[in-house]
């Protein structure tokens, strides 16, 4: 018998005002398999992230990865890895990922610390995490075929140092402009009406504190959204800038992005965790 592989998609997380809640996958993998390791791929020891939560499904033998999603870049390495890595111990066992979809969400969000990266990768297309639950948008043709456009500075970051940075309340006037955006995000993927993403994704929960972290990352968002994108956001903790755009006007958004970092030209990736 083939020893299995198990691919899982990277992540944009918060995706603006939808702080630890929503999450859109995104077409790099992280493809995680067992057996010999193949060329390019990487055998994961039993401190990796994916093979703790491997071992955590009653997952055996040895485990290798192989993953074109930056590291500690805000596009989701860590729980695309642990989703990718949970869902092969399930196939493993010839259980279906979609019937242990619960029991991956479980492992990968406890594993992750919060349920929208991997949710979104375990599911495809654009989440939101409600409590333990993974609820995904109705993603139609117009915003299903746009293009994701993340702006990848040449920097990294720490999730838990861009977390410490967040202050220890929220003001009653921004936690009621999130409720806004988060309505008319949602709004927009329900209606499949690209319009309403127009200041859909301003945020006022963390990206005002993170952004500054970041150079060049607000003036990223602004000159992408200048320049024809629907919106942007910080994706995850950053550093990457993420904004979503009519396939029309993608050449005329990647040029107006600043130097210090390369744009890559994605699509939201509608499979989630599968095998291949």
């Given at each position: 018998?083939?020893?299995?592989?198990?691919?899982?998609?990277?992540?944009?997380?918060?995706?603006?005002?939808?702080?630890?809640?929503?999450?859109?996958?995104?077409?790099?993998?992280?493809?995680?398999?067992?057996?010999?390791?193949?060329?390019?791929?990487?055998?994961?020891?039993?401190?990796?992230?994916?093979?703790?939560?491997?071992?955590?499904?009653?997952?055996?033998?040895?485990?290798?990865?192989?993953?074109?999603?930056?590291?500690?870049?805000?596009?989701?390495?860590?729980?695309?890895?642990?989703?990718?890595?949970?869902?092969?111990?399930?196939?493993?066992?010839?259980?279906s990922i979609a019937d242990e979809t619960?029991?991956?969400?479980?492992?990968?969000?406890?594993?992750?610390?919060?349920?929208?990266n991997v949710a979104a990768s375990l599911?495809?297309?654009?989440?939101?995490?409600?409590?333990?639950?993974?609820?995904?948008?109705?993603?139609?043709?117009?915003?299903?075929?746009?293009?994701?456009?993340?702006?990848?500075?040449?920097?990294?970051?720490?999730?838990?140092?861009?977390?410490?940075?967040?202050?220890?309340?929220?003001?009653?006037?921004?936690?009621?402009?999130?409720?806004?955006?988060?309505?008319?995000?949602?709004?927009?993927?329900?209606?499949?009406?690209?319009?309403?993403?127009?200041?859909?994704?301003?945020?006022?929960?963390?990206?005002?504190?993170?952004?500054?972290?970041?150079?060049?990352?607000?003036?990223?968002?602004?000159?992408?959204?200048?320049?024809?994108?629907?919106?942007?956001?910080?994706?995850g903790s950053g550093p990457t800038v993420?904004?979503?755009?009519?396939?029309?006007?993608?050449?005329?958004?990647?040029?107006?992005?600043?130097?210090?970092?390369?744009?890559?030209?994605?699509?939201?990736?509608?499979?989630?965790?599968?095998?291949?």
């Amino acid at each position: 018998m083939t020893d299995p592989v198990v691919r899982a998609p990277a992540s944009s997380a918060n995706l603006g005002a939808g702080f630890d809640v929503f999450g859109m996958a995104v077409d790099l993998f992280a493809d995680v398999g067992t057996g010999s390791a193949p060329k390019g791929a990487q055998p994961l020891d039993e401190h990796h992230p994916g093979r703790v939560a491997f071992d955590r499904l009653g997952g055996e033998g040895p485990v290798w990865l192989r993953c074109n999603i930056p590291m500690a870049r805000g596009l989701g390495f860590s729980g695309a890895v642990r989703v990718g890595a949970a869902a092969l111990a399930v196939v493993q066992s010839d259980r279906s990922i979609a019937d242990e979809t619960a029991a991956i969400l479980e492992v990968a969000t406890e594993l992750e610390g919060h349920g929208d990266n991997v949710a979104a990768s375990l599911l495809g297309g654009v989440v939101a995490s409600v409590g333990r639950r993974a609820v995904p948008f109705v993603v139609g043709p117009t915003l299903g075929s746009a293009a994701f456009v993340a702006w990848v500075p040449d920097v990294t970051t720490s999730t838990d140092r861009s977390r410490r940075s967040l202050s220890a309340s929220v003001d009653r006037t921004a936690a009621v402009h999130n409720l806004g955006r988060v309505a008319q995000f949602t709004l927009a993927f329900a209606h499949d009406d690209p319009d309403l993403l127009h200041g859909a994704t301003e945020d006022r929960l963390h990206q005002t504190e993170r952004l500054p972290l970041v150079p060049g990352a607000a003036g990223a968002i602004a000159a992408g959204v200048d320049a024809g994108a629907w919106c942007g956001w910080l994706s995850g903790s950053g550093p990457t800038v993420g904004l979503l755009a009519d396939r029309a006007v993608v050449d005329r958004v990647v040029a107006s992005l600043p130097a210090g970092g390369h744009a890559k030209v994605l699509s939201i990736d509608r499979h989630g965790t599968r095998v291949v």
